[in-house]
């Protein structure tokens, strides 16, 4: 019996640290559709020579994702940049 309830046990809390990581998994979905959106609008002319470079580097970073990935992470943020415009 006690051996049941331990295994009871461990798949409760593994349970538990799946559902975060989904949570988290989603959160950083939304914070990458965000950055890429916010990397494709950018106008690269008015931006000083120091936030090009770093912008350059967050869309290799974005780039470098999985297609899938990033488009989920556009769908995430999709309905929110529609009704903001």
Known sequence: ?????????EVAMLRTE???LMDE?????KTM???AFFVANLD???LP?????????LSNTLN???EETLREALEK????????E
């Not at 998994?25 to 979905?29: E, I």
Request: hydrophobic share 40%.
């Open 25 to 29: 998994r989603q959160s950083l979905l």
């Open 49 to 57: 020579d120091e936030a090009c470079e770093a912008a350059r580097m």
């Open 77 to 84: 943020v999709e309905n929110e940049l529609t009704i903001g």
């Open 33 to 35: 559709g965000a950055a």
């Open 1 to 9: 019996m006690p051996h049941t309830k331990l295994k009871a046990q």
């Open 44 to 46: 690269y002319s008015v």
């Open 64 to 66: 470098s994702m999985p």
């Open 18 to 20: 799946i559902e975060m």
